[in-house]
């Protein structure tokens, strides 16, 4: 590498890690299912991937310790992050929606939906995200759902923003929503992103790039689905999770922890 490829904090530029990523999916089985942990162009992967195989832990012991809670407890209000605050949040108002199901497509049903995402801006109510975006005091971008009979799912949302991040000089991450599914129990909650169609950032993400093989990629896209959208009201997306076999949706390793 020579240091024209270096700027200024010691960072690589998007070049550098676009030709890594290349690199290594030139090199990649189109089969490979799952994302290396340790991905060399998602620079902080190589510190902090597991590197020894997972602890088996007892379920029901787990369950002990662990946080309860009852269908009781979530509110259906709590799947509009629109009213959650005295005011509405700015941005582009969305309905994302779909189905949770097994690898027979049979439906998962009462299960605990949970998701997070950026403001309209791209900015976390978070104190590790101190870029120069507005944060929106009517936004929180937490949100919960039960799926129903049919393991349907469907959150009201404002359509988040891309926002940079340092893993190199000017990366971004393309908009996303980060889901999260509890399954039968606390130690079976599996953790992913879903993207918007037709990003330009989907090509320089590295983590986004991590699954090389891309069908297993595209499944994490949502679809524009124009009989969902609202007349002066909304836009609409569906997306569906698909938790086992050929076709399942890809899911956060144990103990990986994505931006
Ligand atoms: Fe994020």
Request: net charge negative; proline share 8%; hydrophobic share 35%.
């Amino acid at each position: 590498m020579t240091t024209a490829e270096k700027l200024e904090g010691g960072l690589d530029t998007q070049q550098v890690i676009s030709k890594e990523i290349a690199a290594i999916q030139a090199a990649s089985p189109a089969a490979e299912p799952q994302p290396r942990l340790d991905f060399a162009p998602y620079r902080s992967s190589l510190l902090r991937h597991p590197t020894k195989d997972l602890r088996q832990a007892d379920p029901e012991g787990a369950e002990l310790v662990a946080p309860v809670f009852g269908q009781s407890d979530v509110d259906p209000l709590e799947a509009d992050l629109t009213i959650q605050s005295g005011g509405e949040p700015i941005g582009e108002r969305i309905v994302v929606t779909g189905r949770l199901v097994d690898g027979d497509g049979r439906p998962v049903r009462r299960q605990l939906v949970e998701i997070w995402h950026a403001n309209a801006a791209g900015r976390y109510i978070h104190l590790r995200d101190q870029h120069p975006a507005p944060i929106d005091p009517n936004f929180t971008g937490t949100g919960r759902c039960l799926t129903d009979d049919e393991g349907v799912y469907s959150f009201t949302t404002i359509k988040p923003g891309p926002y940079p991040w340092h893993n190199h000089r000017n990366a971004w991450r393309p908009a996303h929503i980060h889901f999260s599914l509890f399954g039968t129990d606390f130690t079976q909650r599996m953790i992913t992103q879903m993207y918007f169609p037709a990003d330009p950032l989907f090509a320089l993400d590295p983590i986004y790039q991590s699954i090389t093989d891309p069908r297993v990629r595209e499944r994490l896209v949502a679809t524009y689905d124009h009989d969902l959208s609202q007349h002066d009201r909304l836009l609409g997306y569906r997306w569906d999770i698909v938790l086992t076999g050929a076709h399942a949706t890809w899911t956060e390793p144990e103990g990986d922890d994505r931006a």
